[in-house]
């Protein structure tokens, strides 16, 4: 990475770039990450893996020439930190289950913030505002809920989608873009509390959801194509009809 970002010998390409042009190729990789193992391909996920490292290596190569730190201080910074949040691993501690563990470590993260902040730390501080708007707003209720700040079971939270989607609907008879979205918007936040009531990744069900509808609509685009038709000869009654039968296959 030295040699790409060499200002004489190095590539013009990677010489221009900066922290934020690269940003969204960390992002992209990471769910490259992600892809490979929803779809169980190791050989995939081998080389996705090495794509994501690069891109930690390519910042921490800008890092290092702007003095701030290379990568050997990246390793040591995340080895440190796994040493500390695992006392019960590394040290004297105990703890009694996975679900002790994890309280444990958010319990870690918490005294993190609040010495790296001479501010107060916020309940909300550390959530990501790069996190895909699904995933955050399951963290953002999870962290509110920590102080209490949340409804006793899932159906006060059902209760909250079905006022949601009402005031949804009021805001589609207004015709006010602007208040279509918010409504829209606090619609899928209180879906994604639910969710988390049921012990549910809110992000994880959408992708399982597109998957879904992606495989469907794969199948029926083929029988389409299996009636030697085009779409647009086909009405919506003869879609609905193939459709259900795609549902219907196993």
């Known amino acids: 990475m030295a040699r790409l970002r060499d200002p004489e010998r190095g590539c013009p390409w990677d010489v221009e ?46 890092a290092s020439e702007a003095g701030a730190f290379a990568f050997g201080d990246v390793v040591e910074a995340v080895a440190e930190k796994m040493i500390r949040r695992h006392p019960h691993v590394f040290g004297e501690a105990e703890v009694e289950n996975a679900e002790a563990q994890r309280e444990a470590w958010e319990a870690h993260k918490d005294q993190e913030r609040h010495q790296k902040s001479a501010a107060p730390a916020g309940v909300l501080d550390g959530v990501g505002l790069a996190l895909p708007a699904l995933m955050r707003a399951g963290k953002l209720g999870k962290r509110a809920a920590r102080v209490g700040f949340d409804w006793p079971d899932s159906a006060g939270v059902r209760a909250k989608v079905d006022e949601e989607l009402a005031e949804l609907d009021d805001a589609v008879a207004t015709a006010n873009p602007e208040r279509l979205a918010e409504e829209a918007g606090d619609l899928l936040f209180a879906t994604a ?10 992000e994880e069900c959408l992708r399982q959801g597109n998957r879904k509808f992606e495989r469907r609509f794969r199948a029926l685009e083929a029988g389409v194509r299996d009636t030697g038709r085009r779409w647009a000869d086909l009405d919506a009654d003869e879609l609905e009809a193939l459709w259900a039968a795609v549902k219907a296959a196993p």
Not at 25 to 54: F, K, M, N, Q, S
Not at 196 to 202: A, N, Q, V
């Open 17 to 62: 770039q900066d922290f934020a042009s690269i940003a969204p190729y960390t992002i992209e990789e990471a769910y490259e990450v992600a892809d490979a193992i929803d779809r169980g391909d190791l050989g995939a996920l081998r080389e996705e893996l090495g794509d994501l490292l690069l891109q930690v290596v390519y910042h921490a190569q800008m």
């Open 193 to 202: 509390q639910l969710l988390r009531h049921f012990g549910l990744e809110p």
